[in-house]
């Protein structure tokens, strides 16, 4: 992880302002999601991306019924369906 060399304070909310140089090298905008992850005492902030719910791939997903599943996981739930 590579320092940006940008200090924030935490306001009274918890909130921090990122600045926009990241926001714009990062492509986020207004209103999209960040996840926020921990490893160790670091704090992480990620563009959120979908995660299949059953094999937590991220490649290829697609919301069904207000859950994210990958292709892999929907073409091997087909063949199930096929198979019984």
Known sequence: MKPA????KVDQLGRIVLPKSLRKRYQMNEGDP?????????????????????CSSMEQVSEFKE????????QEMSGMKENA
Request: charged residues 25%; positive net charge.
């Open 34 to 54: 960040v996840e926020i992850l921990v490893s160790g005492d670091h704090i992480i902030l990620e563009r959120y991306r979908p995660r299949c719910v059953f």
């Open 67 to 74: 859950r994210h599943i990958c292709v892999e996981c929907l």
């Open 5 to 8: 060399g940008v200090v924030r």
